[in-house]
């Protein structure tokens, strides 16, 4: 309640105070009051005015309110020179209270800030300040904190509240090895988390100054308002002076066409355009960072409203990228023939090597006479017998006979000596969220396509899989660009990738989403927006939610010209008065903001 109980209540219950009081006396006293109460609600606008004017701005709407307020006390009314005044100080504060509720929406969904956090030091319990946090320091989290910086965990199991960074309301269990993000919250048993990040570039941090510079983007309508406004205020005040004049000079009485043309004057202040629409972008953005997606600016969200092509990344977007073993097909009992592949893989770092690895797990055979051949797979002994792992090639230049396998992956053979052994297949497990896209195809204008260096066999495989009919295999970097600039030539083309790869396609395309968490420098400055989760059905929700505040934006640039039109038509022909000019602009100002602040609620 403090934040909004200000210096600008203040002034607005003393000013109010002095109206009301106004009315129990006459001549003298009562204009007296008036007057202290126009001088207590009014001080600071001639204030910024005389800031303004120096600055060689001059026609803005604190320039407009004082003309008309100076004017309606020449003719008299002073009861309604105040209550202009004061009826626009009532609306610019409630503005400004709705204002920082869209401000709040964003920033309580990055309330991250940590005060203390405990270290372990070889055993040592401490307590520091997150921001003297350093690179693979050991971060004690208890049950209902929040984790501080990114981070892997290298002690204990519990469950995760993603919430304010991914829109996700299901906690995500998490155990050693895995990967977690500052901003987590950690909601059951105490978990030891190494630090991969320092504070200043933790996951929220990032978050955090993307929105804050996302402020100084503006999109093409603000750009547009800001300018229109410009031109548009002059012509209203020349407009307003030739209002007085013109009748004056034919004979008709100055007080009444003077009295018109502060009704035009007030009427005309384009404070509804100039607050609603970079208002509603905000909350645009603030709507996006709800669902767990960081929108980088105005301009950006306004980008996404019509998109022609979708292209998707396929290793770490549509697929976890992750090697596992989906398929064993041998002679030997499959724990023997896993154990004798994993055993030959046993000093790989290599993906594949891995990911057979992790499949056995168990004790190893012991290996001697251990060669590994580029592109093709490993020589070895086990148990004093030649073994072979590979691919075809392998086993073709060393004469063994074996019918090729045709399943989709990466396929590797076992040979003992001259015998075939069999093979297994490892392939990139499909995630679940991309295995329907149903929202992405709701909102893409014309079709939806897959770019991938793998292969094509395999890129064809789980474009088929997911539903989408174009794909293209075993593109470089620079294949991925070209075939952006080829589909930009008919339409606006969304990219989406995981990261730090892809960050020249993403530059190239209309508008480029990273997946899955912040990732590198490159990649932030080459996105357009992040998806916090690994969900690709968010980029239809970004879509979805582009177009929302795109029409409340247009709804209310519409609605606040005609009513001032009308109004101002009414002005000139003597029937509106000033209260209704009051009304044409805060009144005006007040329903557009509540209207474009239901972004936050409305259904995408």
Not at 295 to 321: F, Q
Not at 380 to 402: A, H, S, T, Y
Not at 488 to 513: C, E, H, M, Q, R
């Amino acid at each position: 309640m403090k934040k909004y109980f200000n210096s600008d209540l203040i002034k607005i219950i003393l000013s109010v105070l002095l109206v009301i009081l106004s009315f129990l006396f006459k001549d003298n006293i009562k204009i007296l009051l008036l007057v202290i109460s126009y001088i207590i609600i009014s001080y600071e606008m001639y204030i910024d005015s005389i800031k303004d004017i120096f600055k060689g701005e001059i026609f803005n709407e604190n320039f407009l309110m004082i003309i008309a307020t100076l004017g309606a006390f020449y003719i008299g009314s002073t009861l309604e020179s105040v209550l202009v005044i004061l009826l626009f100080q009532i609306g610019e504060y409630l503005s400004d209270l709705a204002v920082n509720k869209s401000k709040e929406s964003i920033t309580s969904l990055m309330s991250l800030k940590i005060n203390k956090i405990s270290i372990d030091l070889n055993g040592e319990v401490k307590e520091i300040s997150p921001e003297k946090i350093s690179i693979n320091d050991i971060i004690i989290i208890k049950n209902g904190e929040r984790i501080p910086v990114d981070g892997v965990i290298v002690e204990g199991e519990t469950h995760l509240d993603t919430s304010s960074l991914t829109g996700e309301s299901l906690p995500r269990s998490a155990k050693v090895k895995d990967k977690v993000l500052s901003g987590y919250i950690n909601r059951d048993n105490l978990i030891k988390v190494k630090a991969t990040t320092t504070y200043k570039n933790s996951t929220t941090q990032r978050i955090i100054e993307m929105i804050e510079k996302s402020e100084d983007k503006k999109s093409n309508y603000e750009t547009f308002i800001r300018r229109f406004s410009k031109v548009y205020t002059p012509i209203v005040v020349v407009l307003a002076i030739l209002i007085t004049l013109i009748p004056t000079i034919l004979g008709y009485d100055l007080n009444e066409w003077l009295y018109r043309s502060l009704v035009f004057i007030v009427t005309s202040c384009p404070c509804a355009l100039v607050i609603s629409v970079p208002l509603g972008y905000f909350c645009g953005i603030g709507r996006a960072s709800k669902e767990g997606i960081v929108v980088k600016g105005a301009r950006e969200l306004e980008s996404l409203r019509e998109i022609d092509y979708l292209m998707l990344d396929k290793t770490g977007t549509i697929t976890e990228g992750v090697f596992e073993v989906t398929k064993v097909d041998t002679k030997m009992s499959k724990d023997e023939f896993l154990k004798m592949v994993a055993s030959a893989e046993k000093h790989s770092n290599h993906p594949i090597g891995k990911a057979i690895k992790e499949k056995y797990n168990k004790e190893l055979f012991d290996v001697t006479n251990y060669k590994e051949i580029p592109g093709k797979g490993i020589s070895c002994k086990i148990n004093n017998k030649d073994i072979l792992v590979g691919n075809n090639k392998l086993l073709e230049d060393n004469n063994i006979k074996f019918i090729p396998s045709e399943d989709i992956g990466t396929i590797i053979y076992l040979a003992e000596g001259k015998d075939y052994k069999g093979y297994l297949v490892i392939s990139d497990k499909i995630k679940e969220t991309s295995k329907d896209i149903s929202t992405l195809k709701e909102v893409i204008n014309k079709e939806i396509i897959v770019l991938s260096g793998d292969n094509n066999n395999i890129v064809e495989d789980v474009s088929k899989k997911i539903g989408i009919k174009k794909f293209f295999g075993e593109l470089l970097p620079l294949d991925k660009v070209e075939k952006v600039k080829e589909y930009k030539k008919d339409g606006k083309v969304l990219f989406v990738g995981d990261g730090i790869n892809d960050a020249p396609v993403i530059k190239t395309s209309d508008v480029g989403i990273s997946v899955g968490g912040i990732g590198s420098d490159a990649t932030i400055e080459a996105s357009d927006a992040v998806l916090m989760s690994e969900d690709i059905n968010k980029v239809g929700d970004a879509i979805k939610i582009s177009r929302l505040t795109g029409r409340k934006v247009t709804t209310a640039i519409i609605f606040a010209l005609t009513v001032k039109f009308i109004v101002l038509l009414l002005a000139v022909l003597g029937i509106s008065t000033i209260l209704l000019a009051v009304f044409a602009d805060v009144g005006v100002t007040l329903l557009v903001i509540l209207y474009v602040l239901t972004i936050f609620y409305s259904k995408i």
